[in-house]
């Protein structure tokens, strides 16, 4: 397959080992990135609005742009406009930096993050060790933006936040080492590569223990990500607004727009490894190649990320909160066991049936069947409830 | 932390941890108003908790001695300003035993109606803030989109929506007619199986249980020893409910239960217990209304043995309404001029706040959030 992108390529050779060379280099792939986090940032709060407020029978935004499209921007541009506050007792290098290194330490998970068969800026061998690495960046920024701001309710989230990501990290790590168990590789490119095919040759269908290991993996990037219901280190009704309360203008924003680029991150790693990344499940689909095959596969890859990020703001908008020692329960009682037995059955499963596809096919089935039993049985509970207007008496 | 808890502590091999004292409020999300709790905490435990109110105080008894009884109705729908109707109806009442008049029937059904739709927003507004409290942001606007029927209701009656000053000494402002019963009605049935609703989106929710059941557990005795009142005493299991124990107005005719708390999810006393306790008497208070609808008859309003400006004769008189929050009194005392000489509110929100620095003692910060919003407490009656 021809790669289309070799023009930028050889902007990278073009310097050499040279430094001006590899600052180049460096400016040709911040430029699209930095706009890519921007753009997903924009829709990404959009769809917040929107997929809270319907789900709380409300419009959300409807006056800036069609269906308040442009609410978003228009937010962006007052947080620009706006003075920029340090408290008085803050430490000012620690709250100038804090908000920096969150964002950063999202920022350059996109340059392992592929897009398409070419549309990956750094195709390294290491790609997830690389996300995982960087991702726990993210505590330490945290941590400083808590700490410098000279509020105890800043303390409190920054600490609630370390807790739990550091916490977090151990199950999400064991899921990807699964991932890589399965494609055996630690490049997103190869992993993706290898469940090309029909729609069954996915790691999640292939594999009939890595559906569980999805639904750990999903938890545990909740909270890597502090959504809700793992939301502690912003809790509102709690903490303020936790790690970032004093914070305001551009330097809140930089904040939210790294929550946002984060959930996007650990979305579409999930896609790489569960959902067959860029492929449609089409193979005559997946087959174009060139330019074009190219845009289809980042179509598909950034729907699909998308539609994991909608999973996750629907579960924010669901759940309440958990406290934090059952959080802790949550990681260390279930899901850190959990993720070792599933590890070992992947392995297992990986050992004896080494490239075979067609369970799929059988997963598929079962999903779907399961789907549909657990619709009816919803609905047969609703019907229920509806009736029924004295309060059941119930046990727990 | 003093010397010898440190001296302990590193006996133990612990890390020796300072205590840090959190000053919660007065301005923060989740006091409800502007109520302050200085916590000591060891980390996320919570060690000891002191609450610090009057920052919402308004003179409201001083008020009312100097103004006369009928301009001082309107101060009161200010205290517990989420069930203003309760609190007209509580001073006028008072008012009305203080000169000894009866009013008519009709004017104390309609009293009854618009204090249970009263007590049924008040309830929404309790479940709906505490499952905010709590971190479910969804269900409070299901419960406010019930919520703005039950004041459209009210403001059709009365024009306005929640600083009604209706309930009048010697009846009611305005009558109803049939449309607004009408209202009342279908809003009922509307109502039952909104419920549902609530409880499919929260009380089910095994997230919420955990984070309700057994936390802040409050005993009986120590209900009882702190004189708290409404949910917050029924939810420890006591069965007492002014309605029932010392029916006023009409409040004999009715049939409808008194919900207690039972430990369904965890202890008797508990947070879940307080707010199971809420949504079952939101469909008691339903029923009380259906009910009332049914019976209400033509006939007048008001009674007209009392003029503007009433002038009861000495004497004192003490009325206790059961409010949303619960027990609410007014003692009058009347030198026979137009003014009383001394008025005292018992507010329920007010005893029910004492027992909190007893219940967050253990729990965690995130608890104490959820242990403010079970006792539902309104700073315009605590402060008053």
């Not at chain 1, 223990?209 to 912003?234: G, H, K, N």
């Not at chain 2, 305005?174 to 509307?190: I, N, R, S, V, W």
Request: hydrophobic share 45%; with cysteine.
């Amino acid at each position: 397959m021809p790669n289309q992108f070799t023009f930028v390529r050889d902007i990278l050779d073009l310097g050499g080992d040279s430094f001006w060379g590899f600052v180049a280099a460096i400016a040709v792939w911040a430029a699209p990135i930095t706009g890519f986090v921007s753009l997903i940032g924009l829709v990404a709060v959009w769809l917040e609005r929107k997929i809270s407020a319907h789900i709380q029978c409300r419009l959300g935004p409807m006056e800036v742009g069609p269906h308040g499209l442009l609410q978003t921007l228009a937010d962006g541009i007052k947080l620009l406009g706006k003075e920029d506050l340090v408290p008085d007792k803050a430490d000012r290098v620690l709250f100038a930096l804090a908000p920096m290194i969150v964002f950063a330490a999202t920022y350059v998970s996109f340059a392992v993050l592929p897009f398409s068969q070419d549309g990956v800026i750094v195709d390294l061998n290491i790609g997830i060790f690389f996300i995982a690495a960087v991702g726990s960046l993210e505590a330490i920024g945290v941590v400083m933006a808590g700490w410098s701001s000279n509020n105890k309710w800043s303390l409190f989230g920054a600490i609630r936040a370390a807790t739990q990501v550091v916490s977090y990290e151990v199950p999400l790590g064991l899921t990807l080492l699964a991932g890589v168990v399965c494609a055996g590789t630690m490049s997103l490119n190869e992993m993706t590569m290898a469940q090309e095919g029909w729609i069954w040759s996915w790691f999640i269908f292939r594999n009939p223990f890595m559906w569980a290991v999805f639904l750990i993996y999903f938890t545990a990037s909740l909270a890597e990500c502090q959504r809700a219901p793992f939301d502690l280190p912003e809790a509102e009704s709690e903490l303020v607004s936790g790690f970032h309360t004093e914070y305001s203008g551009m330097r809140f924003a930089v904040f939210f727009l790294a929550e946002y680029g984060k959930m996007y991150v650990v979305s579409a790693l999930g896609v790489v490894m569960f959902f067959g990344g860029w492929y449609s499940g089409i193979p005559m689909l997946d087959n174009i190649g060139g330019l074009p095959g190219n845009l289809i596969g980042a179509g598909i890859m950034v729907t699909k990320s998308m539609i994991l990020v909608c999973v996750q703001m629907w579960i924010r908008w669901t759940l309440p909160r958990i406290r934090l020692d059952q959080v802790m329960d949550i990681c260390l009682k279930y899901l850190l066991p959990l993720a070792l037995g599933l590890l070992m059955l992947v392995a297992l499963w990986q050992g004896i049936l080494p490239g075979e596809k067609r369970f799929g096919i059988v997963m598929i089935v079962a999903m779907i069947f399961a789907f549909l039993k657990m619709r009816t049985m919803v609905r047969n509970v609703m019907s229920k409830s509806s009736q029924q207007i004295e309060l059941p008496v119930f046990k727990v | 932390m003093s010397e010898v808890n440190q001296m302990q502590a590193s006996k133990q091999g612990d890390v020796a941890s300072e205590e840090m004292l959190l000053n919660m409020g007065p301005q923060h999300p989740s006091t409800h108003g502007v109520f302050r709790v200085v916590i000591k905490t060891d980390g996320e435990i919570v060690t000891d908790a002191e609450s610090h109110i009057g920052y919402l105080h308004r003179c409201f008894e001083k008020i009312c001695e100097n103004v006369n009884y009928t301009m001082a109705t309107p101060y009161t729908d200010r205290l517990d300003y989420l069930m203003a109707m309760g609190n007209n109806l509580g001073y006028a009442m008072s008012v009305e035993r203080l000169m000894d008049v009866e009013i008519p029937e009709r004017a104390s059904y309609i009293r009854v109606i618009v204090t249970e739709l009263s007590r049924i927003a008040s309830h929404l507004l309790a479940i709906g803030t505490y499952g905010m409290d709590i971190g479910a942001i969804t269900p409070f606007l299901y419960c406010f989109r019930d919520r703005e029927k039950v004041l459209t209701i009210l403001e059709t009656i009365c024009g306005q929506r929640l600083n009604y000053n209706y309930v009048r000494i010697g009846g009611v402002a305005y009558d109803m007619d049939d449309a607004m019963l009408k209202m009342c009605g279908e809003f009922c049935k509307y109502f039952m199986p909104r419920v549902m609703e609530y409880n499919d989106l929260l009380t089910y929710n095994g997230i919420f249980i955990q984070r309700t059941a057994n936390v802040g557990i409050l005993t009986a005795e120590q209900a009882i020893d702190f004189g708290c009142t409404g949910p917050v005493l029924r939810g420890s299991g006591i069965k007492r409910d002014l309605r029932k124990d010392a029916p006023y107005s009409l409040y004999d005719r009715f049939d409808f239960e008194v919900p207690v708390g039972a430990g369904e999810a965890g202890t008797v006393g508990d947070c879940f217990d307080r707010y199971m306790v809420r949504m079952r008497e939101m469909i008691e208070s339903v029923k009380i209304v259906e009910q009332a609808l049914s019976q209400i008859e033509a006939g007048p309003f008001k009674t007209d043995k009392i003029k503007a400006k009433p002038k009861p004769s000495k004497g004192d008189a003490y009325t206790a309404v059961e409010n949303a929050r619960g027990e609410l009194g007014f003692y009058l005392i009347s030198d026979g001029s137009d003014t009383a000489f001394r008025l005292k509110c018992r507010s329920p929100a007010f005893s029910n706040v004492s027992v909190l620095h007893e219940m967050c003692r253990g729990a965690m910060v995130a608890d104490v959030v959820a242990i403010i919003g079970s006792l539902d407490i309104v700073m315009g009656e605590i402060d008053r």
